[in-house]
């Protein structure tokens, strides 16, 4: 959906449920070796126009 409640170079997919497919994509498993959370929240995106 897009929409102009969010910044234009966003892109925002839930993730807050462990059957969310954005834990799939992301490797919501993987720990931020530092402050140790989920990577899952910060990843690179392309979309493409099909």
């Not at 234009?8 to 498993?29: D, I």
């Amino acid at each position: 959906m897009v929409t102009d409640r969010i910044n234009e170079k966003t892109v925002f997919v839930p993730f807050h449920f462990a059957e969310s497919p954005a834990n799939r994509l992301t490797g919501g498993q993987n720990l931020d070796p530092i402050i140790n959370i989920p990577a899952l929240k910060v990843s690179a995106v392309r979309i493409e126009v099909e």
